[in-house]
Each structure stands twice: as structure tokens, then as C-alpha cells.
């Protein structure tokens, strides 16, 4: 992946911890949180002027089937705040099982003219074309995490910010290593052919460069717990020790933890991904290796139904003196310990 000089000088400060970004600019979007329920569903609540009832709305939604706690989440969420919404009228599709199917979906809905779309894509090079269809259609598409290869197929873009999770997980493990560059770190991705994978692996490496430390072992995943135990026990098997272990994502990191416990290993200290409940509850235990995860919030999804009501009805954020939502926000990624842990579990989400 290159980089051009404005790229480079984010991922340094990332790496100086200054966590800096448009990230920050949610705060005005996601304020006053409430805690709907224990499946993670986080939705605003307050009642700024930018909220007050307005023009009727109807909002299409579409995201992969929820096959695993984090897709399951962003659904939710997203079903959770537009329910909160007396102008909005919530239309979901089924993304079905791949892009095609997605793709069909969504000309349906585009045929029936909803004012705004949130599209999380199955893949997002592959659902750019519909991206732009329904944009030329005069529907306003707040383009939800997976990217659409062209900017032009969505009116904004809300994501998470994978290489800043592969940093903070990287910072991590560092800091705790540090002055052993003989360390061994083990790395269990998900889905390599992803760019999502690429980008939480090369932050990662960037940050435990800064150590003077490499990743030894790596063996993929695909986000499933399956996955996740038998991407671990072929980690474990080829690295007879470890000191850290970074699992890219807590869904899969059920399968993980069950291969080390059945391996018996307790040699080496691991973190996580996304910031599940279940991965929550151990670092609030201690009760295994996790000490450690870095979030990548489904609440994006509360936050893209926001963006897509202001914009119908146009409106901008109220907390920014700009007249329209941002065209990007990227959301920052936490870092979740035993420290910080009990203000981080309302926002679990269930594995």
C-alpha cells in the first residue's frame, strides 16, 4: 500500500500516540450515548437542535448477514437508532450471501426512492458501481467501514480506522516488550485477501518497528470462532514460545482462546480485537492470556443512520459550524485493559 506524505505524517503521530484524526469530530454525533441493551446497541439520545423532528425520511439499509458478533452488532445499531427517530422510517435489505446478491438488493431499493442509503458492502470495490447508481439517483449514500473505491459513489464515508487498530495494538505489545528485540510475536489475522487485514497488519508492524521488534509467526483467520481455534492451534504448534500474540479480532479470538487452553500454554500475553463483551470479561477476570483489546466500534452504525437523517434533511453536524456532515470520519481505535475496562463494557458487543 503506498503512502503519500500526508498519510506518512498521521502514521507518526499514531505512532507518538497523538491520536489525531476525524475521529474527534463524532464527539457532536455521538454524544449522550445510550446503552439500549446488552447485544452493544449504542444510540444518541440527546435532544440537540440538529435532532429535533424534521422532514420525513426514509433510509435504506443494507450490511452482510450477521454471521458473526461484530456484523451482527452494526445492525442492531443501526435498527436501534432509527428507531429512536420519530421522521425516520427504516427500510432493511438482505445483502444476501455475496456482492451480486447485494448488489440486486439494492436496485430494488434504489427503484423505490428512499432519501438516503447507509451501505455496509459486502465488498466495497465491487458495490462502488451501485454506490454510484443510487447517488446519481439523487439518493443521498453514507458509505458504511468497507470502502468504495471511488469517493464519488457515496455522499460520506464513516469507518473505523484499521492500520491506527494495527498501532495501538502494536504500541501495546511494545511498550510492554520493551528492550527485548529477541521477543517472539505471533499475529492471527482475519481474512488476508481483505484490505481491512492489510492495513491492521502493516499498522501493526509499523508500531512494533518503532520497538525494534517483528512479527515471528502469522497464520490467518477468517473471523469465525472456528477459524480463529484452528488458525491458533497451527500458531502455537509452529511456535513452541511465545511472549505476545495479537488476534486481529475478538469474534475469532473465542476460537483462539480455546486453542491455548487446550493447548495448555500461559507462557505469553495476547490482544485482541474490536472489543467484544466476551473479550471484555476476561480482561476484567484476568481469568486467561487476553489482557488486552483495541476497539473497532460497531456503534458506526448508530452513528451512519445519524449522518444519513442530517443529510436528507439538510442538515449539518450540530456541534460543527459547517453546513453538511463531513465527507469522512474515521473512528478512533482504543485501547481496552484491566484499568480502563469497566468504562468500556456498556459497549461490548456479543461474540
Known amino acids: 500500500?503506498?503512502?503519500?506524505?500526508?498519510?506518512m505524517s498521521r502514521r507518526k503521530l499514531l505512532l507518538g500516540g497523538a491520536a489525531l484524526g476525524a475521529g474527534a469530530l463524532l464527539a457532536g454525533c455521538t454524544s449522550n450515548e445510550k446503552k439500549d441493551d446488552d447485544a452493544g446497541t449504542n444510540t444518541k439520545v440527546n435532544a440537540a437542535a440538529s435532532e429535533a423532528p424534521g422532514k420525513a425520511v426514509t433510509i435504506g439499509f443494507s450490511a452482510p448477514a450477521a454471521d458473526h458478533g461484530w456484523i451482527g452488532a452494526i445492525t442492531a445499531n443501526a435498527k436501534a437508532q432509527a428507531a429512536?427517530?420519530?421522521?425516520?422510517?427504516?427500510?432493511?435489505?438482505?445483502?444476501g450471501k455475496d456482492?451480486?446478491?447485494?448488489?440486486?438488493?439494492?436496485?430494488?431499493l434504489i427503484g423505490s426512492k428512499p432519501d438516503a442509503i447507509v451501505?455496509?458492502?459486502?465488498?466495497?470495490?465491487?458495490?462502488t458501481e451501485i454506490g454510484k447508481k443510487a447517488t446519481a439517483a439523487g439518493?443521498?449514500?453514507?458509505?458504511?467501514d468497507r470502502e468504495f473505491s471511488d469517493s464519488a459513489a457515496s455522499f460520506s464515508l464513516i469507518k473505523g480506522d484499521n492500520y491506527g487498530m494495527g498501532i495501538a495494538a502494536g504500541k501495546f505489545i511494545g511498550e510492554k516488550l520493551k528492550g527485548k528485540t529477541?521477543?517472539?510475536?505471533?499475529?492471527?489475522?482475519?481474512?488476508?485477501e481483505l484490505q481491512l487485514t492489510k492495513d491492521r497488519s502493516k499498522g501493526f508492524a509499523d508500531a512494533l518497528k518503532t520497538y525494534g521488534l517483528t512479527v515471528k509467526h502469522r497464520v490467518a483467520g477468517a473471523f469465525t470462532v472456528e477459524s480463529g481455534q484452528k488458525a491458533a492451534a497451527n500458531l502455537l504448534q509452529a511456535a513452541p514460545k511465545l511472549d505476545a500474540v495479537w488476534n486481529h479480532d475478538d469474534?475469532?479470538?473465542?476460537?483462539?482462546?480455546?486453542?491455548?487452553?487446550?493447548?495448555?500454554r500461559k507462557e505469553f500475553f495476547m490482544v485482541g480485537g474490536a472489543g467484544s463483551r466476551d473479550a471484555m470479561d476476561h480482561i476484567k477476570a484476568g481469568d486467561s492470556v487476553l489482557t488486552a483489546t483495541v476497539t473497532y466500534p460497531p456503534s458506526m452504525a448508530s452513528s451512519a443512520i445519524i449522518l444519513a437523517r442530517l443529510a436528507a434533511q439538510g442538515k449539518g453536524m450540530g456541534d460543527l459550524v459547517e453546513l453538511q456532515v463531513p465527507k469522512l470520519i474515521v473512528l478512533q481505535s482504543e485501547t481496552i485493559t484491566?484499568?480502563?475496562?469497566?468504562?468500556?463494557?456498556p459497549l461490548g458487543f456479543k461474540s
Open 1 to 7: 500500500m503506498s503512502a503519500s506524505s500526508g498519510d
Open 84 to 95: 429512536k427517530f420519530s421522521d425516520v422510517t427504516l427500510k432493511v435489505v438482505d445483502a
Open 99 to 108: 456482492a451480486p446478491a447485494q448488489i440486486a438488493a439494492l436496485d430494488t
Open 119 to 127: 451501505l455496509l458492502p459486502q465488498d466495497g470495490a465491487q458495490l
Open 139 to 144: 439518493i443521498i449514500v453514507i458509505n458504511l
Open 182 to 192: 529477541d521477543a517472539v510475536i505471533g499475529e492471527i489475522p482475519g481474512i488476508d
Open 251 to 264: 469474534d475469532q479470538g473465542v476460537g483462539v482462546l480455546a486453542a491455548i487452553q487446550q493447548a495448555g
Open 338 to 345: 484491566k484499568d480502563n475496562v469497566d468504562k468500556y463494557l
